[in-house]
């Protein structure tokens, strides 16, 4: 069974690597990180937050999107060609075809992920280089180019590009992505067409987002929460997933450390969800009538 989700999966990643939808939207995204470069010179230690800024927004934004807009049009494409009844009468459990299917697209998204994440490090590095030329220049001009001052504006330039927790950052959008997909394909079991499922999928990206907002300001005002206000933000909590607990971005751009017990809490939790999700969507699809 094993080799067959393996095999739906490897087809899933070649089909979405030959829509036109995944090129737009990786146009789009690199150019957006791409165009952070010509961005206004400030002091290199805001450049370079402004830098991550555009970065990792870019990454999360189109991520999310992609989740979304790809994995929408699984079912309702199978459907429509009839390529569902095929994979599923050799046999093929419905969790299984649900499941190879969602690993394809999280493979898509770690590899659409993996290119933004290269453009932003080159463009990143690209005005590392060039700040750290203008640093010694300015130094050698002074006379100074091996003294302490020298060294250790050389290092403080260093040390503002390429921060410890980008790593972990890139990796945690890449968890909220396929949490979105998961979402999606849930959604997808039920739904009637793509376009419903994409709406759906929109309204819940946000939901999850601002739920965060909604609680603390419903629950932590110092006065007393109704009981109605309690029930809904208990069932928010419950039916939509928390995005706004996998954006460690703020930290990252400031270049803080992520401490290695939230980045595992996170990711722990990015993996129930989808694990959840996704059980939720095998016990909804294996009701459905084809």
């Known amino acids: 069974m094993a080799a067959r989700i393996l095999a739906i999966a490897a087809n899933t990643l070649t089909e979405l690597v030959r829509q036109k939808i995944f090129y737009i939207i990786l146009v789009f995204a690199l150019c957006a990180v791409g165009s952070s470069v010509f961005l206004a010179r400030l002091s290199f230690q805001e ?30 494409k199978d459907l429509e060609e009839r390529t569902i009844y095929t994979l599923l009468s050799k046999p093929v459990p419905r969790y299984a075809y649900l499941l190879g299917r969602l690993l394809g697209m999280m493979a898509l998204l770690a590899l659409f992920t993996l290119l933004m994440a290269v453009v932003g490090a080159a463009v990143l590095w690209t005005r590392e280089a060039a700040v ?19 060294r250790a504006a050389i290092e403080a330039v260093r040390k503002s590009a390429f921060t410890p927790g980008l790593v972990p950052g890139v990796i945690v959008i890449f968890l909220k992505a396929c949490i979105l997909a998961a979402v999606t394909l849930l959604i997808s079991t039920f739904s009637s067409s793509a376009l419903f499922t994409v709406m759906v999928s929109a309204a819940i990206y946000f939901i999850g987002h601002l739920q965060a907002t909604a609680r603390e300001f419903w629950m932590q005002g110092g006065v007393q929460a ?4 309690t029930l809904l933000v208990a069932t ?23 401490p290695a017990a939230l980045f595992l809490k996170t990711a722990a939790l990015g993996v129930v969800y989808v694990g959840v999700y996704f059980l939720l969507a095998a016990f909804v699809f294996s009701g459905r009538e084809l």
């Not at 109704?226 to 206000?229: A, K, L, N, P, Y």
Request: proline share 3%.
């Open 47 to 76: 450049e370079f937050q402004m830098l991550k800024d555009v970065s990792l927004g870019a990454m999360s934004v189109f991520t999310s999107l992609l989740a979304i807009l790809a994995t929408a049009a699984f079912l309702p």
């Open 132 to 150: 750290l030329a203008e640093t010694r220049a300015q130094f050698e001009a002074a006379g100074a180019a091996g003294s302490e001052d020298a």
């Open 226 to 229: 109704e009981w109605w206000q």
């Open 236 to 258: 928010v909590a419950l039916l939509f997933p928390d995005l706004q607990a996998f954006n460690l971005a703020d930290d990252v751009i400031a270049g803080a450390m992520i």
